[in-house]
């Protein structure tokens, strides 16, 4: 028998843009980029495979500016080996994005060649696209946020678009292949230095996924800038209540390669699954039930899971998931968990020890998602007396399907 749930919102941080096409446009307009910008200039602009929720406006944002100014902007693929490193996957991604060339009426130039720009003081090469490589002018547009395997002063954003995104597989796997907490930002040095890095377009999002602050940055402060953004990401990324501790089963509607790089945060499940170290935050059993469309069937991190549901794993392309978990070095993200037949006997097995009144269990769509909760009986208790959670329903039965998929 299962525990009675209740839905509970989570009071995550609202900081938000009153106006995103009008912070892109002014931010476009500043006299330093339209004095680099001439007519007829080819500008790649590099667009990355992450769920960015703004991604299609700031994306259009940016291509109305530089039209305006009578260059002829592109498309680049930024994004390592997602796609199942292929042209063709690559392209398909932007597409899913609703940036494919009939949408935005600028084309795509979508390869897996890479041309050799240097080598760091290590002597590691520094790879980036050939396409991009070739255009007069480079704009980089990336969400800024926590990387999920490592702390450093540069994680996910700009630099490391540049340096892994553009590298393709090849580039990534480079990069991979050393310390990448070091090695991206050394390889990010030497591609400011010699290619034409017009700008960054740093996008930092709120608890809600929405943008909470974009900022347009010279090629040349990217590096400089880029930390205060991202320390500001980390205020606004939004936790587990520690009161939910220790937790039996932490059940994830979805994950996704647009999720997170490795289909769910693990700065919200805990690092700990990927580097090992402090088990925080507790959670005895983590589960997935579903892969998300703008994934690709690229599962990379499913493995991070102790159980899915076979919807989940039917949807898996093991090809493209292997290519990005052998690129990443992410060897444990590609295993596959115990796989159950369905979303109930998924949520069964991770509660099979414990009686429904007893049930410590948190049901959330992603982590990226996670403003409202679905909690058991015994953590709504929780909930109500706790500031920060605001209980939305009284406790109810699960439901299901007829294929016993859940239902909320």
């Known amino acids: 028998m299962l525990p009675t749930i209740a839905p509970v919102r989570l009071i995550v941080a609202e900081d938000h843009l009153d106006d995103l096409a009008n912070t892109i446009q002014v931010g476009m307009r500043q006299p330093w980029l339209h004095d680099r910008v001439n007519p007829g200039m080819r500008i790649a602009v590099g667009v990355g495979s992450r769920g960015i929720a703004c991604i299609g406006d700031v994306v259009r944002a940016v291509l109305a500016e530089l039209l305006a100014l009578g260059a002829r902007p592109f498309l680049v693929p930024a994004m390592g080996s997602h796609g199942a490193s292929t042209a063709a996957g690559q392209t398909e991604v932007l597409e899913g994005y609703g940036l494919g060339e009939h949408q935005t009426g600028v084309p795509i130039l979508s390869s ?53 995104g553009f590298g393709k597989p090849r580039g990534a ?30 996008i930092v999002e709120n608890g809600h996924h929405a943008p909470a602050r974009i ?14 953004l991202l320390e500001y990401a980390r205020t606004l990324l939004p936790k587990i209540p520690a009161v939910f501790e220790p937790i039996h089963a932490l059940i994830l509607r979805e994950i996704g390669k647009d999720i997170s790089g490795t289909g769910m945060d693990l700065n919200v499940v805990g690092m700990w699954r990927r580097v090992g170290g402090e088990i925080k935050p507790k959670i005895d059993c983590l589960a997935a039930l579903d892969l998300t469309a703008n994934s690709h069937g690229n599962a990379i991190g499913v493995g991070h899971a102790d159980l899915i549901s076979r919807r989940l794993r039917d949807k898996i392309d093991f090809t493209a998931t292997h290519a990005n978990c052998l690129t990443s070095h992410n060897y444990a993200g590609g295993k596959i968990p115990i796989t ?16 429904p009144g007893s049930a410590r269990l948190l049901i959330m769509k992603s982590t990226l998602d996670m403003s409202t909760l679905w909690v058991s009986e015994a953590l ?22 007829d294929t016993d998929a859940l239902l909320l």
């Open 173 to 202: 796997a480079t990069i991979h292949n050393h310390d990448v907490a070091t090695a991206m930002p050394a390889a990010a040095r030497v591609i400011l230095s010699r290619l034409p890095i017009l700008a960054g377009v740093g």
């Open 112 to 164: 897996m060649d890479v041309i050799e720009v240097g080598a760091t003081d290590t002597g590691m090469p520094v790879l980036f696209d050939a396409n991009a490589a070739a255009a007069d002018g480079i704009i980089v547009i990336n969400r800024i946020k926590e990387h999920t395997s490592f702390k450093a002063r540069w994680e996910s954003g700009l630099m490391k678009m540049l340096a892994v």
């Open 380 to 401: 709504f208790k929780i909930a109500r007396s706790t500031p920060g959670l605001e209980p939305l329903g009284e406790p109810g039965e699960m439901k299901f399907d």
């Open 340 to 355: 159950l037949p369905s979303d109930r006997a998924v949520i069964e097995a991770a509660l099979s020890m414990f009686s």
């Open 215 to 228: 900022e347009v940055i010279p090629g040349e402060q990217i590096e400089s800038r880029e930390p205060r």
